[in-house]
């Protein structure tokens, strides 16, 4: 660095405070450790930061010489000290040998002017616009609590050559980037074992609803098994604020796609928890030089689901008046090593980061096979269309054969799976624009479930088509044609009444309520089933109060999404059914069974049974005793129930031979 820049240039802090007058720099501000801004914090209301009287000596950290000029509001002139830091240097003097003479500005100024500037030179380090800018985007932007939607207390304005840097608090686009967002909260001051003391609030990206988990002071103090009702009041409230990246997966809309920036600003921004005391940050906690929590240092930069410093933006919050136990360590770049400090490193590693890391698991298991079911889902419609194709081809080439009584009828045929192949197509569109919308994943899961139905009974058509068609070519007589040809006709029939209940899924239609008979919607639901339980050898039922009956029992809910719960539970049973039967049954039976009193829909079958032991598993995502089982129909039933606001269940008391059959919808 040359002497000419160590001549010149120079850093100036410039304050509007309260100012000092000569009595508060002489026996305040050149004392060092003394305890003046504890003694205000306790008599004046206002915010006051520090309390250990040492943070003036940073100043010989950024240069070699320092003149601090100060005045208060009344007085006609500043006060004014001029350090030379080399003079400490010198190994012979002791501290009372440099004399520091407080100097009484000539240059007279307003009464009411007050403040403090401090302006040191002969600098340590070379300063330009890069480090400058460096400087305000990666310290000066996180000084004050990031999530502090309240204009900022003491706002900084920094300054390279009389040019601003601008120095934003976390910009709207890049909290609409993350994964999730998360706000906790802790309060021990509660008065019973069964209050809750710690909240948490998640919110995942383009959702509207916060998911929320609550833990009492009991549950709390179980998992904290070296912890008291003393240590957590001890240590008392405090809240977090955090935003969680997937950086494999970083998703921009709010930035014309530039996924880049996003990523640029979270290398700013990451670190883990930074502490905010009263609103102001405590060191370089919450940076990539600070790791005071210990999180995750083995997966630091691991990409993917992984819950590291790397992928997190997080602010814990504390205060001087509510948590006195937690002292800044004199250096102020920590908290000192104390009971208290323990107590809050132990909830949050040990109790929010779990339950965190816990959830992003989940969805990384749910999106892995969500994306595998649309990669299936997008292949059977694929299949689809090229079988219904072949078979309209066949149809065309059929009607050039047979003789003109049946032509009609084959061209309506025709026309059928016409239509059906546009169901198909549209099919495929409403999936690619649930995707587009980035509709939630149990709607996408759901959509994918029962298109995957829709195409597995169309790719059967097709194929029952062409061997339908392949017998009218070999039959001699017309009565044996007209046999096969209104056989054909009724599954093309049946199969366009599943296609039609399907339409409720559309996005546009999925969640409009309306009022229906839940007897006859159901019969209407297994008509749709008619040919594969014949096929089967399946007998189904619906039941009214015990006797069977049409219609009876009107309710006011989704049409569609009860078609689906309805649907799930049947191919439930329909595999099952295949692989055995209960002991002492002879017939493969499904019954539902509607209570008006009770409003409940029953449904159960005939096959195997379920473990008592995995009762509380089978609605869990992707838990299936199936052999490449997707293990999402209950868990989706489970879930439109829930919308509904109604309960689903199975039934725990179990049969005589000791599995569980019987399912329970509560209707509304």
């Not at 050149?30 to 306790?42: D, Q, R």
Request: glycine letters at 6%; proline letters at 2%; charged letters at 30%.
């Amino acid at each position: 660095m040359s002497l000419l820049y160590k001549e010149f240039c120079r850093i100036e802090i410039v304050d509007t405070g309260n100012g000092m007058n000569s009595d508060t720099l002489e026996n305040a501000f050149l004392v060092i450790g003394t305890p003046t801004k504890l003694y205000s914090k306790s008599e004046d209301n206002d915010l006051i930061l520090g309390e250990k009287g040492i943070g003036r000596l940073s100043m010989m950290r950024l240069g070699n010489r320092a003149y601090v000029e100060s005045g208060v509001s009344g007085e006609a002139y500043c006060q004014a000290v001029d350090f030379d830091w080399l003079e400490f240097n010198d190994p012979e003097k002791y501290i009372d040998d440099i004399e520091i003479d407080i100097i009484e500005e000539s240059s007279a100024k307003e009464s009411k002017q007050k403040g403090t500037r401090v302006t040191i030179t002969s600098l340590n380090s070379f300063w330009d616009i890069n480090k400058s800018t460096e400087f305000a985007q990666t310290f000066l932007r996180r000084l004050q609590h990031p999530f502090d939607k309240h204009k900022r207390i003491y706002p900084v304005n920094f300054f390279f050559n009389d040019v601003q840097i601008g120095s934003p608090p976390i910009r709207k686009w890049f909290k609409e980037s993350a994964n999730f967002y998360v706000e906790i909260y802790f309060d021990p001051f509660v008065k019973t074992d069964d209050e809750v003391v710690l909240t948490r609030h998640l919110k995942w990206q383009d959702s509207d609803v916060f998911e929320k988990r609550e833990w009492k002071r009991k549950d709390l103090l179980i998992e904290l098994e070296e912890f008291s009702e003393n240590d957590l009041t001890s240590l008392g409230s405090f809240d977090v604020k955090a935003l969680w990246f997937n950086r494999a997966n970083i998703k921009s809309h709010s930035v014309d796609g530039k996924v880049n920036t996003v990523k640029e600003e979270l290398n700013k921004w990451c670190g883990g928890y930074a502490i905010y005391r009263d609103g102001f940050r405590i060191g370089l906690t919450g940076s990539m030089e600070d790791d005071w929590l210990k999180m995750d240092s083995k997966a630091l930069r691991s990409q993917g689901y992984a819950f590291n410093r790397y992928q997190t933006v997080g602010a814990l919050s504390i205060t001087s008046e509510h948590n006195p136990s937690l002292i800044d360590a004199s250096n102020r770049e920590s908290l000192i090593s104390c009971e208290a400090f323990d107590t809050l490193k132990c909830i949050v590693s040990d109790v929010i980061n779990k339950d965190l890391k816990s959830h992003i698991s989940t969805v990384k298991e749910v999106t892995s096979k969500i994306k595998i079911s649309e990669h299936t889902t997008e292949n059977a419609i694929s299949k689809s269309k090229s079988n219904l194709k072949r078979t309209i081809t066949a149809v065309n080439d059929l009607k050039k054969r047979v003789g003109s009584g049946f032509k009609k009828d084959l061209e309506d045929i025709g026309v059928s799976i016409k239509t059906h192949l546009e169901d198909v197509q549209n099919l495929e569109k409403a999936v690619s624009l649930a995707r587009d919308q980035r509709v939630e994943l149990l709607e996408l899961a759901g959509m994918g479930l029962v298109v995957d139905q829709v195409v597995h009974d169309l790719a059967r058509l097709t194929e029952r088509a062409n061997e339908y068609l392949n017998e009218i070519e070999e039959v001699d007589h017309s009565e044996e044609t007209a046999k096969i040809i209104k056989v054909l006709k009724d599954q093309l029939k049946t199969t366009n009444k599943r296609i039609r209940t399907v339409d409720k899924l559309s996005p546009s239609g999925r969640n409009k309520k309306e009022g229906f008979d839940i007897v006859e919607f159901s019969h209407e639901v297994l008509t749709g089933y008619k040919s594969r339980f014949e096929r089967h050898d399946i007998e189904a039922s619906v039941a009214l109060d015990g006797s069977t009956a049409q219609r009876g029992l009107r309710i006011t809910m989704v049409r569609g999404l009860v078609a689906q719960i309805i649907e799930n539970l049947l191919d439930n049973s329909l595999f099952w059914l295949k692989v055995g039967l209960k002991d002492g049954e002879s017939k493969r039976r499904i019954m539902i069974d509607i209570d008006s009193q009770s409003k409940t829909l029953s449904f159960c079958d005939s096959g195997p049974g379920i473990d008592p032991a995995y009762v509380n598993d089978i609605t869990r995502p992707y838990f299936s005793t199936k052999p490449n089982g997707k293990g999402l129909g209950l868990f989706i039933i489970k879930e439109l129930s829930d919308y509904h606001k109604i309960n689903f269940y199975i039934d725990t008391l179990p049969d005589d031979d000791g599995k569980l059959r019987n399912f329970v919808l509560e209707l509304p």
